[in-house]
């Protein structure tokens, strides 16, 4: 770091984080990534977040040494982060200007933060458009420059006491405040080196750097939902004892409370692959509880697709026609609308940008699929070719389909069911 360069701290949460008030997920990390970064590049800012920070100890203490201290602070309260909330506050206690508020356009503001300037950006689905990056790169860009020009009053704080006069650190130094340590690792680092290594499929590597990153920040909920992943992925010493593991981290999220659908779908996910290994009916109706759970508070289509999914081999499984058919046409009523969520996304003028739109694609044609609507399902093969990233989301997807027509065939042979 540059001693002459001005600091830039960023508040916000990171990775995708999910907005109960708007119902979609957001990744904070394509915000910080596509927008800020850049931006705070081009006006030679050093940038970083609380989990950029080089860790020697406790994370409390340089976070808030650059609360105070940061020459610029952004502070992204999209999905009404309670620690991002809080640490604006701190700034805002703090520092009467060069501070910036910026949110997802559809935030819902609580009366007290909507008497703050919110500069609004738009995600399609869990990222950004480039268009939109664009856009809002050059506003940013903007505020930025003319609040280390002319600085003035935003904290609401000092607005409205006027007369407060802001605090000032005893000397007890010459070492800068919140200087950023050399030499050790920081949780950012650490965490796009466990990606690194699960996207290699090094899963067991990707174990070992999350549970270091956990010391850190023991109960960060996005960690300990990688760390499950990671482990359920790991496959190690065996299957069935890395689910089991995976399912009690995710005990510190409470999964039989929770109403965040990214506990909810790796439960679900767990469990679904758990029944492979036990052959236990329960494990396929735990992981249906955990996907129609996160399904009905979320509404999207990865989730009802493996609702739909999981009734169509509970009907496979039943022991009785009678709950063979029930489930049945619940997996239509499921699809049918898994359908509709899909043919909306579609339809928008944005959909090419949306980087979901090959499951999207994919989602859609297994839904009409099963639903028995092959005709309609066909026109949509020439998009999952043009959307596909690759050899294994096409393995996948052919999988995921075979599965289910044996499900559906099942049940046609066991009572007669033709759905």
Not at 151 to 171: E, I, M, R
Request: aromatic share 10%; charged share 30%.
């Amino acid at each position: 770091m540059k001693k002459t360069q001005k600091n830039c701290f960023v508040i916000m949460g990171y990775g995708i984080k999910y907005d109960h008030a708007s119902g979609r997920s957001l990744d904070l990390d394509k915000t910080y990534e596509n927008i800020i970064l850049p931006v705070c590049k081009s006006l030679q800012l050093n940038c970083f977040r609380a989990k950029d920070i080089a860790i020697n100890g406790v994370i409390d203490k340089p976070m808030y040494d650059w609360l105070y201290s940061a020459d610029v602070v952004v502070a992204d309260i999209s999905t009404l982060n309670a620690n991002a909330l809080y640490e604006l506050g701190v700034r805002h206690a703090l520092r009467p200007y060069s501070t910036i508020v910026i949110s997802e356009k559809e935030l819902k503001r609580p009366f007290d933060v909507d008497h703050t300037v919110i500069n609004p950006y738009e995600h399609l689905g869990a990222d950004i458009g480039v268009t939109e990056a664009t856009r809002f790169k050059k506003e940013l860009k903007a505020k930025i420059n003319t609040i280390i020009k002319n600085p003035s009053t935003d904290s609401p704080v000092y607005t409205y006491l006027p007369s407060l006069t802001p605090p000032k650190l005893k000397a007890t130094s010459k070492k800068k405040q919140g200087a950023l340590l050399e030499g050790y690792p920081s949780i950012s680092e650490l965490i796009k080196n466990a990606e690194d290594a699960k996207n290699k499929k090094d899963f067991n590597l990707a174990v070992k750097i999350l549970s270091a990153a956990r010391k850190y920040d023991e109960n960060n909920q996005f960690i300990i939902q990688r760390l499950a992943l990671a482990t359920y992925k790991s496959e190690k010493p065996n299957k069935l004892s890395s689910y089991k593991k995976a399912i009690n981290i995710l005990k510190k999220l409470n999964p039989e409370t929770t109403s965040d659908p990214e506990t909810l779908g790796l439960c679900g996910a767990i469990y679904k692959r758990m029944y492979v290994e036990t052959k236990k009916q329960e494990d396929v109706e735990k992981s249906l509880w955990y996907y129609e759970k996160g399904f009905y508070i979320k509404q999207d289509y990865y989730n009802g697709l493996n609702v739909a999914y999981l009734y169509d081999q509970l009907a496979s499984l039943a022991q009785r026609k009678e709950k063979a058919v029930y489930c049945a046409l619940h997996a239509n009523t499921i699809r049918g609308k898994v359908i509709k969520i899909c043919e909306g996304l579609i339809k928008k003028k944005n959909f090419s940008s949306r980087s979901d739109a090959e499951w999207i694609v994919q989602t859609i044609y297994q839904a009409l699929l099963g639903n028995g609507l092959k005709a309609k399902a066909k026109k949509y093969l020439s998009l999952i070719k043009k959307y596909s990233a690759g050899d294994f989301d096409q393995d996948t997807f052919k999988e995921h389909v075979n599965k289910l027509l044996v499900f559906k065939r099942t049940a046609r042979k066991k009572y007669g069911i033709n759905y």
